[in-house]
């Protein structure tokens, strides 16, 4: 692999990890470059969260390494690192506020230091009246939010974040979106695991997909797109769309309801003849022509 020294990068060298007979990583590679948030995506059991915890010493990989600015991060973590884990519900009896300077300080925080951050992030999430109370007593959501705020309390240049999305109602996803695009703007870097991948895609320029232990796709999502070689046609016509679609080139799909047809065709197939044709046989209302979604590159990648 080639590596790029001169700008600080989270590199995942081709990482393996086997537990018994199950191989959970099998070379898996990919970089998180700062400012531009990633999105690791995979089926369940794909090995994200192996990954992520490789990075914490949580697991110790068969081979490979993960660097970060070109070196083992093994020193960094403690304090330039934010991680966020799959497993929540940690310190269920701590109260909110103590929590948090207790990981500020785990992560090198002077007392001060640490209750300003602190008191800075419960305002945040509007927590604020809660401080006092202990974490088991709030909703899902609201310990998702003091658990991205324990991971980020001590201000670290890399986040990790395994499933961050997962449960959250739309107002607690607003929250945590606006605190990872704000992160990456800053010039951190950032990658979290979903499986949401409309959240991904509003959020993340750039994505890796991993399957069964192995990246199969990486990259700027605009760019995967575009080289995608399928094109998505989507018409609301009345009329005979099975006649339609079978005078049209490079058809590898068509999925129909209630008069509005998806149909996914070759990149390269030219669509004018179609359209006529299909105003010159029936009531055609409407059309679109897009690169396929994440969700279809996602489905291509691991199939
Ligand atoms: N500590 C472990 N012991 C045994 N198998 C494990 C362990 N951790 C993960 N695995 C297995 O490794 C594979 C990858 O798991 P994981 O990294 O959790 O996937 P993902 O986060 O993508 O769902 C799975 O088959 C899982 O069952
Ligand atoms: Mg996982």
């Known amino acids: 692999m080639i590596v790029n020294l ?11 990890k086997s537990f018994g007979d199950i191989r959970a990583l099998d070379g898996c590679s990919f970089q998180v470059r700062p400012g531009k948030m990633l999105g690791f995506l995979g089926p369940n059991g794909a090995g994200k969260t192996t990954a992520m915890r490789a990075v914490f010493g949580l697991i110790r990989p068969d081979s490979g390494q993960v660097l970060w600015e070109g070196r083992p991060v093994e020193k960094d973590t403690a304090t330039r690192f934010g991680y966020m884990p799959e497993q929540r519900g940690l310190y269920p009896k701590m109260r909110l506020h103590d929590l948090l300077v207790y990981m500020g300080r785990l992560h090198g925080m002077s007392k001060g230091d640490a209750a300003a951050s602190a008191d800075s992030w419960l305002e945040r ?10 974490v088991e007593a709030l909703s899902h959501g609201n310990q998702q939010r003091v658990q991205l705020a324990a991971a980020l309390v001590h201000d670290p240049d890399v986040m990790i974040l395994d499933e961050p999305f997962s449960g959250l109602d739309p ?9 990872l695009r704000e992160a990456a703007a800053q010039g ?27 990246v199969v796709v990486e990259g700027d999502v605009k760019q995967l797109k575009e080289a995608s070689p399928y094109r998505r046609l989507e018409i609301d016509f009345d009329g005979d769309i099975g006649d339609l679609a079978g005078a049209l080139d490079g058809v590898h799909d068509l999925v129909s309801f209630n008069g509005h047809h998806q149909l996914t065709i070759d990149a390269n197939t030219d669509i004018r003849q179609f359209l006529a044709r299909a105003q010159e046989t029936g009531h055609l209302r409407t059309f679109s022509y897009t690169a396929p979604s994440l969700s279809d590159l996602f489905r291509e990648a691991v199939r």
């Not at 990068?9 to 990482?15: E, I, P, T």
């Not at 107002?171 to 605190?179: L, P």
């Open 6 to 16: 001169t700008r600080p990068m989270l590199v995942f060298d081709d990482l393996h």
């Open 125 to 134: 999430l509007g927590l604020a009246e809660r401080a006092t109370d202990r």
């Open 171 to 179: 107002i607690a996803v607003d929250t945590m979106s606006g605190i």
């Open 188 to 214: 951190k870097a950032v990658v979290f695991s979903s499986h949401q991948l409309d959240l991904v895609e509003d959020l993340c320029e750039e994505v890796a997909i991993i399957n069964q232990g192995r």
